[in-house]
């Protein structure tokens, strides 16, 4: 079956601009994480989605973040007034509920000019 | 808050030798789940092995090991018969078996470089 899958698999932009973030999780699986991996860096959790509970948004680092989820499918994650600082790779991964295992996606790099 | 540290940035390793890969955590939790996850330039992370604390036995998958030392908090990864495939950053990974979000938290890796 098909894996993860995340687009774009690039992007640039200047700072100030807003940017989103597609996250297409394994059929299936109910729980949906956004983590940013900055160079050089393991990663950082962001977001955490389960099914159609509240969503663990502990470690988004500004309010200019935000994300959602449609159900148990896509997800998008909003950068608002992009930031130099924000440029990093954007990884999102998923499971099953009771699932031990996350599986990644390839992750989209963000440059903010 | 639970940490993981890898201390050693990069190693480097012969084609057909054995390499150890050092992580050491900080917890106060008895119960959780231990991760090794591989990336390659491609950036895709790849579950390398998973071991849970309350296993007293170490995982294995073929050429690739963990010592699981819980009282010490450490967790290292054993790669046996280094191939050039293996060539790639390393994480090391931890997870609350405690219910709530279930979020990883990863050291900051380790570039191994496997010669030829």
């Known amino acids: 079956g098909a894996g993860v899958s995340q687009s774009p698999s690039n992007k640039v932009t200047e700072k100030g601009k807003d940017v989103e973030l597609r996250c297409d999780p394994i059929?299936?699986?109910?729980?949906l994480y956004w983590y940013r991996q900055r160079l050089g860096q393991g990663l950082e959790f962001l977001i955490y989605?389960?099914?159609?509970?509240?969503?663990?948004k502990s470690g988004l680092p500004s309010d200019r973040f935000s994300a959602e989820r449609t159900g148990e499918s896509v997800s998008t994650l909003t950068i608002q007034r992009t930031q130099q600082e924000d440029s990093a790779v954007y990884l999102c991964a998923s499971k099953t509920y009771l699932g031990e295992t996350q599986y990644f996606g390839p992750g989209t790099r963000l440059l903010v000019l | 808050a639970q940490t993981v540290t890898q201390s050693q940035p990069e190693m480097s390793v012969q084609e057909a030798e054995t390499v150890t890969l050092s992580c050491t955590y900080d917890t106060s939790e008895s119960d959780y789940y231990l991760f090794w996850y591989k990336q390659p330039p491609s950036r895709q992370m790849i579950l390398v092995i998973r071991q849970e604390a309350y296993k007293q036995q170490n995982a294995t998958e073929n050429r690739f090991s963990v010592n699981f030392q819980k009282a010490a908090k450490s967790f290292s990864l054993k790669i046996s018969d280094s191939q050039l495939g293996d060539a790639a950053m390393y994480f090391c990974?931890?997870?609350?078996?405690?219910?709530?979000?279930?979020?990883?938290?990863f050291g900051k890796g380790m570039k191994l470089t496997v010669n030829p």
């Open positions: 990974a931890y997870r609350s078996a405690n219910g709530g979000s279930e979020k990883l938290v």
């Open positions: 059929s299936g699986h109910t729980a």
């Open positions: 989605f389960q099914g159609n509970s509240a969503p663990d």
